[in-house]
């Protein structure tokens, strides 16, 4: 079956320092790949997509991310983080158009002042 | 232009019963996906609705069911609820493919089921 592993459930780091989220998929050929954001309070919201071309995706508020085809990962990058990104990062994955998208189980970020 | 709207915010039901929720996408958007959230579980898809007809569909029972009106409103329906059915239900709107484009958020109908 397809799916999205997250490996970091809890990450806490101190404003300034650099962050990588762990995302690994199941499924091989072509995929799409997604970033989403859940900030405290707040509904889900895309960060960045991948779906050809440059593997490095650049997204909002200074995020990018890798897409790395032979370990089927798709990592969470920021090198600087700052308070306000505490909240809870979804990646998230789909074999191609009109395919249904599955989701990671989600890893909270928590960013200590 | 507004957001993805989901109605009601808050539900409380007793075992047995059944619940309708209810999702406006964004103006323009015909693709609808529904999406359960549990703490652990993250992310559970349900089903997708483009233009009125179910494309896509999760390893739910059959007691989860789903329609899209011929304005893009969907709703969903719970029968025969179970405590575990207990969660945040997410609608998410896309102008045509959500796996190509990505999705627009609702906030979610936090079902508790008693």
């Known amino acids: 079956a397809q799916s999205v592993s997250q490996h970091n459930h809890h990450v806490i780091l101190s404003e300034a320092a650099s962050l990588e989220l762990g995302c690994n998929y199941s499924y091989g050929g072509t995929v799409n790949l997604f970033w989403y954001v859940q900030y405290p309070g707040q509904h889900l919201q895309l960060l960045l997509k991948y779906f050809s071309g440059d593997p490095l995706v650049k997204g909002i508020k200074g995020f990018e991310a890798e897409f790395i085809k032979s370990k089927f990962s798709f990592n969470l990058r920021k090198p600087s983080v700052q308070w306000s990104d505490t909240a809870e990062y979804f990646c998230?994955?789909?074999?191609?158009?009109?395919?249904?998208?599955?989701f990671g189980t989600g890893t909270k970020l928590q960013v200590i002042p | 232009k507004a957001g993805v709207t989901q109605t009601p915010r808050y539900l409380i039901k007793t075992r047995g019963q059944q619940v309708t929720l209810s999702c406006s996408p964004i103006?323009?958007?015909?693709?609808v996906s529904w999406y359960q959230q549990t703490p652990g579980q993250g992310l559970q898809f349900l089903f997708e609705y483009f233009s009125e007809t179910q494309r896509n569909k999760g390893n739910f029972p059959g007691r989860f069911s789903g329609r899209q009106f011929s304005n893009s409103r969907s709703e969903m329906n719970v029968s025969t609820l179970e405590l575990g059915d207990s969660a945040l239900y997410l609608c998410?709107?896309?102008?045509?493919?959500?796996?190509?484009?990505?999705?627009?958020f609702g906030s979610g109908t936090r079902l508790t089921v008693v």
């Open positions: 998230a994955a789909n074999r191609g158009s009109y395919q249904k998208v599955t």
């Open positions: 998410a709107s896309s102008s045509g493919d959500g796996g190509n484009y990505g999705y627009t």
């Open positions: 103006s323009g958007h015909r693709s």
